[in-house]
């Protein structure tokens, strides 16, 4: 792998345990190992001797407001005084579930200046005449991972403070209340710009990927009274309907990210091996 791809393939690890961090607001134990690792490469990230760091050095002018926002994350969600993700005696990270919008803050509002950076080096390369297949490859399906997998985990949240918005309607003979608009501004709104950025902000053009991102947004439309129902369904089945196609896709498009960025990963390790023993043997 030449230099300007291993360069841009340590960017592309921190971005995946950026992506990775979604994990936090499934309902499942997670492992503080697992934990400690993520936070080691998200911190490493930052620093000036790294490939994202001496980016973020060069070009701090533009890159202020990213910079510091990284460095919020990293203290609200990875600090040892974290209250969103806490670190228990069993060797386990305990998850305020009530701050799973804080989370897809953090990680949505960095990831597209991360993902810019990281298709700045991309076209470098090809500029260059120096791009390789392995990123060439990876690219279009982590782009598609990424997507896809935040589109599943934010609708799933949208869902549940939709029919919480519907529940507070319902208890109010169908008039606003501070509770149910505080429900819309605060939680049903910021989801909803949130599906809209992640999707206007894509790399991938496959129809099946898009298709599956605009079928959830045609169901946030329909929740917001922009479009009709189709067939004039229920929205439970809307939703599962729209849930299940981006988890099929998931599931679908996972392994295959896996198989790749292991093999980028290998050759990356490879190629850092091979330099340190020709420096040794100088």
């Not at 060069?58 to 990875?78: G, R, S, V």
């Not at 990680?107 to 791009?131: C, G, W």
């Not at 297949?133 to 403070?161: G, N, T, W």
Request: proline share 3%; charged share 30%; glycine share 4%.
């Amino acid at each position: 792998m030449k230099n300007i791809n291993q360069y841009n393939f340590d960017i592309i690890h921190v971005a995946t345990h950026l992506r990775d961090t979604l994990e936090y607001v499934l309902p499942r134990e997670h492992d503080a190992k697992i934990f400690e690792q993520r936070k080691t490469v998200l911190t490493k990230g930052l620093e000036v001797e790294t490939p994202l760091g001496k980016f973020l050095e060069a070009n701090k002018d533009k890159f202020t407001e990213f910079t510091k926002t990284y460095h919020e994350m990293l203290d609200e969600l990875y600090g040892d005084d974290s209250r969103i993700l806490v670190k228990t005696s069993e060797g386990k990270i305990r998850v305020d579930h009530s701050q799973h919008l804080k989370i897809y803050e953090y990680v949505t509002k960095l990831m597209e200046p991360l993902r810019d950076i990281i298709y700045f080096h991309l076209n470098l390369a090809r500029s260059q005449k120096e791009n390789e297949p392995i990123l060439e490859d990876l690219m279009p399906v982590d782009d598609r991972h990424y997507r896809l997998f935040a589109y599943l985990l934010i609708m799933q949240d949208f869902e549940k403070s939709f029919f919480e918005f519907q529940k507070v309607m319902g208890e109010n003979q169908g008039k606003p209340s501070p509770q149910s608009n505080f429900i819309v501004q605060n939680e049903l709104a910021v989801y909803a710009k949130m599906l809209r950025d992640i999707r206007s902000h894509n790399h991938c053009t496959d129809n099946e990927t898009l298709d599956a991102l605009d079928g959830c947004l045609q169901v946030v439309e329909m929740s917001e009274g922009r479009r009709d129902r189709r067939d004039n369904k229920n929205f439970p089945d809307l939703f599962k309907a729209a849930l299940d196609k981006v988890n099929e896709l998931v599931q679908k498009n996972g392994p295959k990210w896996q198989e790749l960025f292991n093999r980028a990963l290998q050759e990356m390790l490879a190629e850092i091996k091979k330099a340190q023993v020709n420096k040794a043997q100088a």
